[in-house]
């Protein structure tokens, strides 16, 4: 299993990025998928997640900006962010969910599979 996470790079204050998540290996419709991120010096937090039924939850930072979906038969999930900040800067990484994908994952620790991570800067 593999998670391949792109889309990051460098966008000015109010712009927007998307980035991916593929996943190869084996089909991942099943599993919840999440997007969590770490800035330098800080601790990794959750950001968004979607489950196998499609369902979506998003930290407060992230509601009304990022946008988490999915298409299985890419076996890619997305993370649509509008309106970035500054303090969105972090490297970004995507996380599978394979034994309870059914129902939304906010911690790290049901995740068994993750991303390498994609860097996003954001410029004021």
């Known amino acids: 299993v593999q998670l391949q996470a792109s889309g990051g790079g460098l966008v000015q204050a109010g712009g927007s990025l998307r980035l991916s998540c593929a996943a190869s290996?084996?089909?991942?419709?099943?599993?919840?998928m999440g997007w969590f991120r770490q800035a330098p010096g800080k601790e990794r937090e959750f950001v968004a997640a979607?489950?196998?039924?499609?369902?979506?939850n998003y930290a407060d930072s992230a509601k009304g900006r990022f946008t988490a979906s999915r298409d299985n038969r890419k076996n890619t999930v997305y993370l649509e962010m509008d309106s970035l900040k500054p303090e969105d800067s972090a490297v970004y990484y995507c996380?599978?969910?394979?034994?309870?994908?059914?129902?939304?994952?906010?911690?790290?620790?049901?995740?068994?599979?993750w991303g390498q991570g994609t860097l996003v800067t954001v410029s004021s």
């Open positions: 996380a599978e969910d394979i034994n309870t994908g059914w129902r939304v994952s906010t911690a790290s620790t049901p995740y068994d599979y």
């Open positions: 979607i489950t196998s039924g499609g369902s979506t």
């Open positions: 290996g084996r089909t991942f419709s099943s599993s919840g």
